[in-house]
């Protein structure tokens, strides 16, 4: 009997959920990794500047016997090279109940496995168990939530420094903190969900004060007890808040030092905490007054900005940054904030510092709920989206593999779905979801040609940006003069294509990027124009309607046109689908900094009274 259990579960089996490389420190310039599993391999990506990672959604499984070693490729001057390193599968903890990180060095390359707990006993296949193809399809989003529903955390900072207006800006919502309990008050057991973004819980801390020691065990203990919690209540990240003091004033009170001496130490555990220097837009202003009028002479504008920012920067090293990293070292990250829509930017960095380490310390899950709770960085909304596509849909298209004998508006819907949940727009009416917005998509998809000739005339201008390209057309339809027009009609008549069978060709898959890519960069428009505000009818018209007259629509399908002509059906891997999907993304992708540029161009959305599709 003993033995018969052990043929139907693998408990010694070895769970990889994702790998991060770090070639930042190494002379080799690592062109691309992959990771080989016995007689099989996995691509790993690369992140930013020279880093590289990789989630794999279902986990790796590697049983005993198997190999296991990475493979990188180093681009030198005149030649390519490779080579492999391998893993002693004897050094790699097998606890089946929790995340787990196992770190190798090698030639100064840092490489980090984070092995999943076993929370999938894999059981023999059954005579007559349902076949993948019998079942509804499901959203990946859907798996995400349910292991990770929202993002948790943790805000630390005294009355006055300015979390509310952070919390508000970051997470798109009204009067977060104030309304959780009266100020200069702070129950850290409070478990506050915005009903205007139910994607993150916060808890609130009131900062250190001088000799007040209660505190900081009050949010060690908090912290110690949600790390025992499963992902769900875990917390995920603290924010550690200061006002940038004047010259001379102190940064760290004894209580923030015995805090962070606590983080250096290791005993918060792996928390990622950020601090957050708060009220940048008036240390910049104090700076400003404090320069010398003969010095800006002659200067420009910009040149103006230029020399007051480096002189904050400087300023900011010697009061703020240095005490800092003096005092917690440099594994205490930190970002300079305010929460002004002209320095979103500010903003954007903090999330993206966030996320980085969330995705490091805790949990990939987690790392996607913080971008899909975050509500100023476009960016980040189209990153989550890549790594929620290609766990399991995005790198299926070319194989058929998802969506084999299935209905093509079926399979569109899980695609949608996922697409729309990662960008967590304020929609309490569903808009974003609706048949109408859908059929919409799908009909702008049809209408642009998927599949014709490319048409020149919706060719972009050679060095025309994406900003360029929308700027213009967005002053134009958002005045509130009359209804939005739109070319593309949303009603129950949905193109004919999107009834059939999924059957692999050529059109099919120009379709699917088309849909993906199409349905993106509306959002990130969306983004722009609905600045955290409940959606509209007419706001959801006048993204689409931009998208749809700027030239980015046709250049857009042009290039994909242009990839259904380069390779024949056999060639078209689904690597390469994945690949192109992301390179089109990217290339059209908005930074915060622009939507800031943006944002002053064009005049408010009113999306009251609202207007029929």
């Given at each position: 009997m003993a033995n018969h259990i052990h043929t139907l579960t693998a408990p010694c089996a070895i769970h990889i959920s994702g790998i991060s490389i770090d070639f930042s420190l190494s002379e080799k310039n690592v062109e691309s990794a992959e990771a080989r599993i016995g007689k099989s391999s996995r691509p790993i990506d690369h992140n930013a500047g020279k880093t590289m990672r990789q989630t794999f959604y279902p986990p790796i499984k590697i049983s005993l016997g198997d190999t296991f070693s990475l493979r990188l490729r180093y681009k030198k001057r005149f030649r390519k090279s490779h080579e492999d390193i391998h893993f002693d599968l004897d050094e790699i903890p097998r606890r089946p109940d929790a995340r787990q990180e196992y770190r190798k060095s090698h030639d100064n390359i840092k490489i980090v496995v984070i092995l999943a707990g076993n929370t999938i006993i894999e059981h023999v296949e059954q005579p007559g168990s349902t076949s993948d193809t019998t079942l509804e399809l499901q959203p990946t989003t859907d798996e995400i939530v349910q292991i990770c529903p929202r993002f948790r955390i943790l805000v630390i900072g005294k009355t006055g420094v300015?979390?509310?207006?952070?919390?508000?800006?970051?997470?798109?919502?009204?009067?977060?903190?104030?309304?959780?309990?009266?100020?200069?008050?702070?129950?850290?057991?409070?478990?506050?969900?915005?009903?205007?973004?139910?994607?993150?819980?916060?808890?609130?801390?009131?900062?250190?004060?001088?000799?007040?020691?209660?505190?900081?065990?009050?949010?060690?203990?908090?912290?110690?007890?949600?790390?025992?919690?499963?992902?769900?209540?875990?917390?995920?990240?603290?924010?550690?808040?200061?006002?940038?003091?004047?010259?001379?004033?102190?940064?760290?009170?004894?209580?923030?030092?015995?805090?962070?001496?606590?983080?250096?130490?290791?005993?918060?555990?792996?928390?990622?905490?950020?601090?957050?220097?708060?009220?940048?837009?008036?240390?910049?202003?104090?700076?400003?007054?404090?320069?010398?009028?003969?010095?800006?002479?002659?200067?420009?504008?910009?040149?103006?900005?230029?020399?007051i920012k480096n002189k904050a920067d400087a300023e900011l090293k010697e009061i703020c940054i240095g005490p800092l990293e003096k005092f917690a070292g440099l594994d205490v990250p930190h970002a300079t904030v305010s929460t002004n829509k002209e320095h979103a930017e500010t903003l954007a960095r903090l999330i993206q510092i966030t996320e980085e380490r969330v995705y490091k310390h805790v949990a990939a899950e987690a790392s996607v709920m913080t971008s899909m709770a975050q509500r100023v960085d476009p960016g980040l909304k189209i990153k989550a989206s890549i790594e929620v596509g290609k766990r399991r849909y995005w790198k299926a298209l070319a194989s058929c593999a998802a969506f084999q004998d299935r209905r093509t508006s079926d399979c569109l819907h899980v695609l949608h779905t996922d697409i729309v949940r990662v960008w967590n727009f304020h929609d309490p009416h569903g808009y974003l979801g609706s048949h109408e917005f859908r059929t919409m998509v799908v009909n702008m998809v049809d209408k642009l040609d998927v599949g014709s000739p490319t048409n020149p005339d919706r060719t972009m201008a050679a060095g025309l940006s994406t900003v360029g390209a929308v700027a213009g057309i967005l002053a134009v339809l958002a005045g509130p003069a009359a209804p939005i027009v739109l070319p593309i009609v949303a009603s129950v008549v949905i193109a004919k294509w999107a009834y059939d069978v999924y059957k692999l060709s050529g059109v099919v898959l120009q379709r699917f990027i088309a849909y993906i890519v199409d349905l993106t960069l509306v959002l990130q428009i969306l983004h722009l124009v609905s600045d955290g505000q409940e959606l509209s009818r007419r706001v959801i018209k006048l993204a689409v309607a931009a998208y749809y007259k700027s030239p980015i629509s046709g250049d857009v399908h042009n290039r994909i046109q242009e990839y259904g002509r380069t390779l024949t059906l056999l060639e078209r891997a689904d690597r390469d689908t994945l690949r192109k999907i992301i390179e089109l993304m990217e290339l059209y992708r908005i930074d915060a900094k622009e939507i800031s540029d943006v944002r002053a161009q064009i005049p408010t959305v009113d999306s009251i009274p609202d207007e029929p599709w």
């Amino acid at each position: 009997m003993a033995n018969h259990i052990h043929t139907l579960t693998a408990p010694c089996a070895i769970h990889i959920s994702g790998i991060s490389i770090d070639f930042s420190l190494s002379e080799k310039n690592v062109e691309s990794a992959e990771a080989r599993i016995g007689k099989s391999s996995r691509p790993i990506d690369h992140n930013a500047g020279k880093t590289m990672r990789q989630t794999f959604y279902p986990p790796i499984k590697i049983s005993l016997g198997d190999t296991f070693s990475l493979r990188l490729r180093y681009k030198k001057r005149f030649r390519k090279s490779h080579e492999d390193i391998h893993f002693d599968l004897d050094e790699i903890p097998r606890r089946p109940d929790a995340r787990q990180e196992y770190r190798k060095s090698h030639d100064n390359i840092k490489i980090v496995v984070i092995l999943a707990g076993n929370t999938i006993i894999e059981h023999v296949e059954q005579p007559g168990s349902t076949s993948d193809t019998t079942l509804e399809l499901q959203p990946t989003t859907d798996e995400i939530v349910q292991i990770c529903p929202r993002f948790r955390i943790l805000v630390i900072g005294k009355t006055g420094v300015g979390k509310s207006s952070l919390i508000n800006r970051a997470f798109g919502v009204h009067e977060a903190i104030a309304s959780t309990h009266k100020p200069g008050e702070a129950d850290i057991d409070h478990e506050f969900i915005s009903p205007q973004n139910d994607r993150f819980v916060l808890h609130d801390s009131k900062g250190f004060e001088p000799g007040d020691e209660g505190n900081v065990n009050i949010v060690q203990g908090f912290i110690e007890r949600r790390r025992e919690m499963s992902l769900e209540d875990q917390l995920h990240a603290v924010w550690l808040c200061f006002e940038i003091p004047r010259a001379g004033g102190r940064l760290l009170e004894t209580g923030t030092e015995e805090f962070l001496a606590l983080k250096r130490s290791g005993k918060l555990g792996n928390i990622p905490v950020v601090v957050v220097f708060t009220k940048y837009d008036r240390f910049i202003n104090r700076v400003n007054r404090t320069l010398n009028e003969s010095s800006l002479v002659g200067l420009s504008s910009n040149a103006v900005k230029e020399l007051i920012k480096n002189k904050a920067d400087a300023e900011l090293k010697e009061i703020c940054i240095g005490p800092l990293e003096k005092f917690a070292g440099l594994d205490v990250p930190h970002a300079t904030v305010s929460t002004n829509k002209e320095h979103a930017e500010t903003l954007a960095r903090l999330i993206q510092i966030t996320e980085e380490r969330v995705y490091k310390h805790v949990a990939a899950e987690a790392s996607v709920m913080t971008s899909m709770a975050q509500r100023v960085d476009p960016g980040l909304k189209i990153k989550a989206s890549i790594e929620v596509g290609k766990r399991r849909y995005w790198k299926a298209l070319a194989s058929c593999a998802a969506f084999q004998d299935r209905r093509t508006s079926d399979c569109l819907h899980v695609l949608h779905t996922d697409i729309v949940r990662v960008w967590n727009f304020h929609d309490p009416h569903g808009y974003l979801g609706s048949h109408e917005f859908r059929t919409m998509v799908v009909n702008m998809v049809d209408k642009l040609d998927v599949g014709s000739p490319t048409n020149p005339d919706r060719t972009m201008a050679a060095g025309l940006s994406t900003v360029g390209a929308v700027a213009g057309i967005l002053a134009v339809l958002a005045g509130p003069a009359a209804p939005i027009v739109l070319p593309i009609v949303a009603s129950v008549v949905i193109a004919k294509w999107a009834y059939d069978v999924y059957k692999l060709s050529g059109v099919v898959l120009q379709r699917f990027i088309a849909y993906i890519v199409d349905l993106t960069l509306v959002l990130q428009i969306l983004h722009l124009v609905s600045d955290g505000q409940e959606l509209s009818r007419r706001v959801i018209k006048l993204a689409v309607a931009a998208y749809y007259k700027s030239p980015i629509s046709g250049d857009v399908h042009n290039r994909i046109q242009e990839y259904g002509r380069t390779l024949t059906l056999l060639e078209r891997a689904d690597r390469d689908t994945l690949r192109k999907i992301i390179e089109l993304m990217e290339l059209y992708r908005i930074d915060a900094k622009e939507i800031s540029d943006v944002r002053a161009q064009i005049p408010t959305v009113d999306s009251i009274p609202d207007e029929p599709w």
